[in-house]
């Protein structure tokens, strides 16, 4: 087994034992009062972050067209130190504990502050990369979540009449940045490689044109909370909403001249659908909350599309490609575990979809019991096969 294969049999374990947690969670969160809040940081901080640093590094290595790492010791000391201060958060916000859980900031700040030196150090390293502008958008998104875990730890010892603006400005810096910029950048060449085709001429043109709107639309809506300008956050959004949409021009060109055929491919397109619908929703929400009380306690109006239909989804679909890729073995037995992955993928993909659109819609009770049970069982439908693929990578 290949030095590769064996870190990424290691390191795969890491978001799906968070997205396993999620799924104990649903079952124990009655007894839970905080149950929302850790559910949005096991998914975000937990599965979403240690994804995006160890495959972050592995695109980096890609587009660069840098060596393979030798050693990962480096690699290894920032999951440690990252998952160290993940469990000191989610573990002083469910036990009420806020200065366990300033020091979890504290080294999940540190985690990506190594991980920004680090990519940092391959860009001036490297020779001039066609795709390069994938790492750009990974610094951009380190920096993101640099600047919105501060407002996050803060609020944990604190409780003053700015506290629904932090929220805000903490939950849109860290999803539009470190999960949206991290996503652009990757789809770009992630993308065409899920479709198994070529990628669109103007894709890489397309990636650097939506960058700088994507950067400033944050920067713009990031002020605009703190202030209070419902107006300018909304010209944030647009923003954002631009560049995706610039980045998803030569994907869709892609797409129909090689359609999606499998589960990464679908519930990565997917997600991007409902990254739209929740950038159009957020932008209503704010406009029209009467101040920034209201605004918090509208936004979880955004989050289920955000977080279950975008960031899980492509979460999962990325998880879904990669993972059979990087284990080893060999072309036949990459082909096997990803027949394995997309067992039942078109009912996977519509049924958690129908269930979300259905959630979103003003049912009772009963109605939105069953269709987060639908979500449940489409998260397990991919946990138990991701499982089963690294426990026989490991034999």
Not at 65 to 85: F, H, V
Not at 170 to 183: K, S, Y
Not at 308 to 319: M, T
Not at 338 to 352: G, P
């Amino acid at each position: 087994m290949n030095g590769r294969a064996g870190w990424h049999r290691r390191t795969g374990a890491l978001p799906l034992t968070y997205l396993a947690g999620l799924v104990a969670l649903a079952f124990a969160h009655p007894m839970l009062p905080t149950w929302r809040w850790l559910a949005i940081h096991m998914l975000l901080l937990g599965a979403a972050t240690n994804a995006i640093l160890v495959w972050g590094a592995h695109f980096t290595v890609a587009v660069l067209r840098a060596p393979a790492p030798t050693r990962r010791t480096d690699e290894a000391i920032r999951l440690i130190l990252l998952n160290a201060g993940v469990l000191a958060v989610l573990a002083g916000g469910a036990a009420d504990l806020p200065w366990i859980g300033v020091g979890g900031a504290a080294a999940v700040f540190a985690a990506v502050a190594a991980h920004l030196w680090w990519l940092t150090a391959r860009l001036r390293s490297a020779l001039p990369a066609r795709f390069a502008v994938t790492v750009h958008y990974y610094v951009a998104a380190a920096v993101a979540l640099l600047t919105g875990i501060p407002a996050g730890a803060w609020m944990l010892v604190t409780d003053d009449a700015a506290r629904s603006r932090l929220i805000l400005f903490h939950a849109h810096v860290n999803l539009f940045g470190w999960i949206m910029l991290t996503i652009l950048g990757t789809i770009l060449t992630l993308w065409p490689t899920v479709l198994r085709t070529r990628m669109a001429g103007d894709a890489v043109a397309a990636a650097r044109i939506a960058l700088p709107l994507a950067v400033s639309g944050l920067v713009l809506l990031a002020v605009a909370v703190l202030a209070w300008w419902p107006v300018v956050t909304a010209a944030g959004l647009g923003l954002i909403a631009a560049a995706v949409v610039r980045t998803a021009i030569p994907a869709v060109r892609a797409g129909l001249a090689k359609p999606p055929e499998s589960f990464a491919a679908w519930s990565i397109a997917a997600g991007a659908a409902w990254l739209l619908a929740a950038l159009g929703l957020d932008g209503w929400t704010l406009l029209t909350a009467g101040g920034p009380d209201a605004a918090v306690d509208r936004f979880g109006i955004v989050l289920l599309p955000l977080l279950a239909g975008a960031v899980a989804q492509v979460l999962l679909g990325s998880l879904a490609y990669l993972l059979p890729m990087v284990l080893g073995g060999g072309p036949a037995v990459a082909r096997e575990r990803s027949a394995a992955l997309d067992r039942n993928w078109a009912q996977r993909v519509a049924m958690a979809n129908a269930a979300l659109l259905a959630f979103l819609l003003p049912t009772g009770p009963y109605a939105r019991i069953a269709t987060s049970l639908l979500l449940l069982v489409a998260l397990c439908q991919f946990l138990v096969p991701a499982v089963r693929v690294l426990v026989q990578a490991r034999r």
